[in-house]
C-alpha cells in the first residue's frame, strides 16, 4: 500500500470544504491535480472515499472514518513539527479556527491579524457559522463558542463573558412604549434567534425584589439565525429583542438602538475557546487561547465602547 501525504491533504481539503474545485482554489492547485491526488489514494487504499456529484463531494462511509483519523494524524505532524522548533515564536503549519459570524468579523478577525503577523510561518482557515458545528468531522483545530457548552468532551477556556441588553429602536419606544415589566415584555413584538429552539425562555438574573432569576417564554414576531439581522430588524423598528453587547454595542453608542429595561439583566454569556482532547498539548493553540484572552481583557472591547 503505498500513498503520500499530499493525497490524504487534498482529501481531507475536499471533505472539508465540500468540494473539489473549492478545495483547490485553497491549495492554490488545478481542479485537476487535487482530482488525481484523491483518486490516487483511493487507489492505494482500495476503497472509495468520495461520493462524486455535480453538486459537489460527499465522504463515504469509509471516507468519514479516514477523514476523522487522517486529520488527527495531520494535526499530529503539525504538533510534532513545532515541537522540534521548540519556540512560542516559531509556530508553524496549519490551524482550523470556527467561530459565531457577528464576533469573529467585528472584533476577532484583528485579534486573529495580529496573531498570524507575530508567526509568519503559520497559516489559518478561519470558518465563521453560527451553528454548533461538530469539531472532529469539520477538522477544526478550536472553535470559538459564545454560549452555554453542551460538550462535555471538548477542553473549554474562557475567553470573557458578555452582557447581554434588551433592546428597540426610539422609533418602537415611541410608538409602543417600553415593557414595564419582565411580564409586559408578551405585550411587544420580538426578534428571536431561529438557532435556539421554539418557545425557548428569555432568561434573567435575580433582581433586588426578586431573588431568583426568571424564564420567560416569549412570541416572537420574527426569528433569524444571525445576529445582526436580529438588530438591524430591531433598528428597523420591528419589536425588542435580547442581544450580546457585543453585536449592539455600536448601535447603543450612536443612538440607533436603546436599553429598553436598564434595570433588568438578561443572563449574559460566557465565550470560551474549545478544543478536542487530541489538541490538549498543542503549542499552536495555547498561544493562540492566551492572545485572545489578553486581546479581550477583563473588560471586553464593546463594553469599553458601551463606557466611552
Request: proline residues 5%.
Amino acid at each position: 500500500m503505498h500513498y503520500r501525504l499530499d493525497d490524504i491533504d487534498a482529501f481531507l481539503r475536499v471533505v472539508e470544504t465540500g468540494s473539489i474545485s473549492t478545495a483547490a482554489v485553497q491549495m492554490n492547485l488545478a481542479k485537476s491535480v487535487v482530482s488525481k491526488r484523491v483518486s490516487d489514494l483511493e487507489r492505494a487504499l482500495g476503497v472509495v472515499l468520495l461520493d462524486r456529484s455535480t453538486q459537489g463531494a460527499t465522504p463515504t462511509d469509509e471516507g468519514h472514518v479516514f477523514h476523522a483519523r487522517g486529520r488527527a494524524i495531520m494535526q499530529a505532524l503539525d504538533d510534532a513539527a513545532n515541537e522540534v522548533v521548540g519556540s512560542d515564536d516559531e509556530l508553524t503549519g496549519e490551524m482550523r479556527v470556527n467561530a459565531p459570524v457577528t464576533l469573529g468579523t467585528f472584533y476577532l478577525g484583528s485579534m486573529w491579524a495580529s496573531f498570524l503577523q507575530r508567526h509568519p510561518k503559520l497559516e489559518a482557515m478561519i470558518d465563521l457559522d453560527d451553528r454548533v458545528i461538530d469539531m472532529q468531522r469539520g477538522g477544526y483545530d478550536m472553535a470559538i463558542r459564545a454560549g452555554q457548552l453542551q460538550d462535555s468532551s471538548l477542553i473549554a477556556r474562557r475567553l470573557c463573558t458578555t452582557r447581554r441588553i434588551v433592546c428597540c429602536s426610539p422609533g418602537y419606544a415611541e410608538r409602543a412604549g417600553l415593557p414595564a415589566s419582565l411580564e409586559d415584555i408578551a405585550n411587544h413584538d420580538c426578534i428571536g434567534y431561529s438557532h435556539v429552539r421554539s418557545g425557548v425562555a428569555w432568561n434573567f438574573e435575580p433582581t433586588r425584589t426578586d431573588g431568583e432569576g426568571r424564564a420567560l417564554t416569549v412570541r416572537h414576531r420574527l426569528v433569524a439565525n444571525n445576529g445582526e439581522v436580529m438588530r438591524d430588524m430591531a433598528i428597523a423598528g420591528l419589536g425588542l429583542t435580547v442581544q450580546p453587547a457585543f453585536i449592539v454595542a455600536q448601535a447603543l453608542v450612536d443612538g440607533r438602538l436603546i436599553n429598553a429595561m436598564p434595570d433588568v439583566q438578561p443572563t449574559p454569556v460566557p465565550v470560551h475557546a474549545v478544543y478536542p482532547q487530541t489538541r490538549r498539548s498543542s503549542r499552536k493553540i495555547k498561544a493562540f487561547v492566551a492572545h485572545l484572552q489578553a486581546e479581550l481583557g477583563d473588560v471586553p472591547p464593546w463594553e469599553r465602547l458601551l463606557s466611552m
